[in-house]
């Protein structure tokens, strides 16, 4: 029998000849946020692991426009050239939500998206609980780090 291991704990075991032991798993890691599952065969080596992340979207309608709104106000001819009207909105309405970018040496810390591939990606944590999110401004996404 193979072991489904939930967060270090043993949670299921399963016939590996049913082919669906790691569908399985990744299928529980999605309705578990935050969990981790491990799958083990019948000698306890782990042949798949799962970690889960949550993504929703990051910014309401009215975020958004209280966010638009702010950009415009605080446009000025001097810092038009470093702005962008869809990363610099979305990371005011993320500021006015609580969050603030994760800098390195004065630079956002940035990667590609998985969804739509761009590199605008910010590394962003949530000042009231500390928990660190990737934020999407073309895909208006927060998921977990």
């Known amino acids: ?3 489904i291991h939930r967060n270090g704990r043993l ?10 032991v790691l569908q399985i798993a990744r299928s529980l890691s999605s309705d578990n946020p935050g969990d981790s599952f491990t799958v083990k065969n019948e000698t306890g080596e782990t042949v ?10 990051a910014l309401t309608k009215s975020v958004q426009a209280a966010a638009l709104k702010k ?8 810092n038009r050239v470093v702005r962008d009207d869809t990363i610099t909105p979305f990371f ?7 969050f603030s970018t994760e800098t390195r040496n004065g ?4 990667s590609d998206c998985p969804t739509c591939r761009k ?6 944590r949530n000042d009231a609980t500390g928990k660190m ?4 401004p073309y895909c208006n996404t927060l998921t977990t780090h």
């Not at 630079?107 to 940035?110: E, K, R, V």
């Not at 590199?119 to 962003?124: C, H, Q, T």
């Open 1 to 3: 029998m193979w072991t």
């Open 11 to 20: 949670y299921d075991t399963l016939d590996p000849k049913s082919h669906a």
């Open 48 to 57: 798949g692991e799962f970690k889960t992340t949550v993504s929703h979207m």
């Open 71 to 78: 950009y415009h106000e605080t446009m000025t001819p001097e």
């Open 92 to 98: 005011i309405g993320l500021s006015i939500r609580g």
């Open 107 to 110: 630079c956002d810390i940035l």
């Open 119 to 124: 590199s605008s990606r910010a590394l962003v």
């Open 133 to 136: 999110f990737q934020a999407c």
